[in-house]
């Protein structure tokens, strides 16, 4: 048994409801490709019975199936690193487990590789998801576009498809917080992308909370721009350059006027906003040195329950580590 050309990566965190009808989908759309493919199922550590089910769908379709069980959650885009180092084909494609990507939009993007792109990425048509959700991925699209050199125009839809030599140079990456998007595209030579269908999460609720979705940026920025800690350098020198005016200004009143004592409400309202502003500054390096922190302990980025596979030569054989 040689490789087959596709691989599909699908992380999977808590979504027993779902998995059914993924299934359902998922196999009559890849059948219908007519190429060899596999599909690597990682379960991210979930806490319902995703896992059994996983081990059932194995059961049942062994030859194209292979289930990745994290020991613990290590979050979408460890889990889709984890299925990267085990994937074998010649194309990858990462899809969300949910059904808000069609499972029947992947013929689309295969076919881009075959063309010679070597990462192609999606734009969500009508996506259906909330309009916070809308207008808060909008705007941190438009920041990454403005603070880092990564062109896409909807970085959020992971339904996206890799030639196998962009895969091989993200396995040679060691970051423990990144953005697989973002990644890949920093290695892309020809990159494209293609419009998808999108569609209401099928069964269950996003995986992402506020604050998961705010850590996940910041793992964007971080990742792939130091702009935020250089317009805090430039805001520091500005504001000392007023400060020096505001002195020489100040000067020029008590020479001119005497002694004053108002405004004593502007004065605080100014402190505020400076105290405000280092604050922030302070955090923001903080979100690095803690990234910088995380990297050089080089603890496992994810730890590997047991795997799921078929073996070459024999029959079904499960690899528990
Ligand atoms: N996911 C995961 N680990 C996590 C969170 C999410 O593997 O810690 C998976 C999840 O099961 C789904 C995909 O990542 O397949 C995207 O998650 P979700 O649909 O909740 O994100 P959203 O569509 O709300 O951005
Ligand atoms: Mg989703």
């Known amino acids: 048994m040689g490789n087959p050309e596709l691989s599909v990566i699908i992380p999977v965190y808590n979504e027993e409801a779902g998995l059914p009808a993924l299934f359902d989908r998922l196999y009559p759309a890849l059948d219908a490709l007519n190429t060899g493919y596999e599909i690597i199922f990682i379960d991210d550590g979930s806490r319902d019975r995703s896992a ?31 299925g990267f180092e085990h994937s074998r084909g010649d194309i990858i494609v990462t ?16 076919e881009k590789v ?40 909807d970085q959020g839809c992971m339904l996206r ?36 269908a999108h569609e209401e999460r099928h069964a269950g609720e996003s995986k992402y909370s506020l604050y998961a979705l705010i850590r996940l940026n910041f793992d964007l920025m971080t990742s792939f721009s130091l702009v935020p800690l250089q317009f805090f350098s430039m805001l ?25 004592a108002e405004g004593v409400f502007t004065l605080f309202g100014i402190a505020f906003f400076l105290i405000g502003l280092t604050l922030f500054g302070v955090g923001l390096l903080g979100e690095y040195i803690g990234r910088i922190y995380q990297q050089v302990r080089h603890r496992p980025r ?20």
Do not use: W
């Not at 396995?171 to 990159?191: D, G, H, M, W």
């Open 52 to 82: 059994a089910v996983l081990r059932g769908q194995f059961e049942q379709r062994p030859d194209v199936t292979r289930v990745i069980l994290l020991a613990s959650n290590a979050g979408q885009h460890m889990a889709i690193m984890a």
């Open 95 to 110: 899809l969300d487990a949910d059904l808000q990507n069609p499972p029947e939009e992947i013929g689309k993007l295969v």
């Open 114 to 153: 075959r063309e010679g792109h070597d990462c192609v990425g999606s734009i969500r048509q009508q996506r259906q998801d909330s309009a916070f959700r809308r207008h808060a991925s909008k705007a941190m699209n438009g920041l990454r576009e403005r603070i880092t050199h990564i062109k896409m125009t």
């Open 161 to 196: 498809a890799y030639s196998r030599d962009i895969v091989e140079a993200i396995n040679s990456c060691k970051e423990v917080s990144t953005f697989i998007p973002a990644l890949a595209y920093s290695f892309a030579q020809r990159p494209a992308e293609v419009e998808v």
């Open 236 to 260: 520091g020198i500005s504001i000392s350059m007023l400060s020096a005016l505001f002195v020489v200004f100040l000067f020029i009143r008590r020479l001119t006027y005497g002694p004053e």
């Open 302 to 321: 994810y730890r590997i329950g047991a795997i799921l596979e078929k073996q070459a030569t024999e029959d079904t054989k499960v690899t528990e580590i």
